[in-house]
Nanobody, 125 residues
Framework: QVQLIESGGGLVQAGNSLTLGCAVSGLTFTTYAMGWFRQAPGKEREFVAAIAKNGRNPYYAVTVKGRFTISRDNANNTIYLQMNSLKPEDTAVYYC??????????????????WGKGILVTVSS
């Protein structure tokens, strides 16, 4: 059974930092690209960041580029999202996801194979 379990969410003040983690089990981690997505209240789910199977060439949404950093630990089947300079508009449920293809098109269209249940991040002003 494939499981993606997010951690590290919570309430943070604007301008501060937070790191999300996602522990993955039930699949061969190194054969999957990984990504982070989010869904703000009343809005559709959107792409945030993704990282290829080999850990190279991370991709970011324009809205988070320069503030967020995605990374993966292939030895521990975990990905991270370091979020700096947080803004109230970053408030959302954050989801990690896995896909067997390294494809920006699939990331941007949310066409991922597996999804976590999500974790809430609230940024107060």
């Amino acid at each position: 059974q494939v499981q993606l379990i997010e951690s590290g969410g919570g309430l943070v003040q604007a301008g501060n930092s937070l790191t999300l983690g996602c522990a993955v089990s039930g699949l061969t981690f190194t054969t999957y690209a990984m990504g982070w997505f989010r869904q703000a209240p009343g809005k559709e789910r959107e792409f945030v960041a993704a990282i290829a199977k080999n850990g190279r060439n991370p991709y970011y949404a324009v809205t988070v580029k320069g503030r967020f950093t995605i990374s993966r630990d292939n030895a521990n089947n975990t990905i991270y999202l370091q979020m700096n300079s947080l803004k109230p508009e970053d408030t959302a449920v954050y989801y990690c996801a896995a896909d067997h293809v390294d494809s920006c098109d699939r990331y941007f269209h949310l066409a991922m194979d597996y999804w976590g249940k999500g974790i809430l991040v609230t940024v107060s002003s």
